[in-house]
């Protein structure tokens, strides 16, 4: 009897799906999550894992980040997609436009930390 060895996804492949489906219940394309990242979308496309080391890395944590707590404070996927497409007058833009930005994106998980009361 042969016994199969199953191995353990890597901490990159397991960031990189993990951003793709952040991507996917945000509504994003894959450039606009290209560009929330900083990461070419057609190298965002080859790509097989993500080092979380990495500044997209990083970065993609930090949006992982920021879906997760707008899902628990929104009510869930489409509470989360529809605050993340509209305008914020407390972050003076749309979350989804504002996250482009490395400070755009900590501003966006700093808020979202603060209305979860972890600050």
């Known amino acids: 009897m042969s016994a199969s060895v199953k191995s353990s996804p ?3 492949a397991v960031l990189l ?15 606009e999550l290209g560009d929330i990242i900083h990461l070419d979308d057609r190298t ?8 979380p080391e990495s500044a997209p890395g990083q ?3 930090l949006l992982v980040r920021a879906y997760r707590s707008a ?9 989360a997609r529809h605050w ?5 007058r407390a972050l003076n833009g749309v979350p989804r436009e504002i996250a482009t930005r ?6 966006v998980v700093s808020y979202l930390d603060a209305m979860r009361g972890k600050v």
């Open 10 to 12: 890597t901490e990159g």
């Open 44 to 51: 965002l496309r080859r790509k097989v894992e993500l080092d």
């Open 17 to 31: 799906e993990a951003l793709l489906r952040t991507g996917e219940q945000l509504g994003l394309r894959k450039r």
């Open 71 to 79: 899902f628990v404070l929104m009510g869930g996927e489409e509470g």
């Open 84 to 88: 993340f497409q509209t305008e914020n």
């Open 59 to 61: 970065l993609g944590l």
């Open 102 to 107: 490395i400070d755009g994106l900590v501003r």
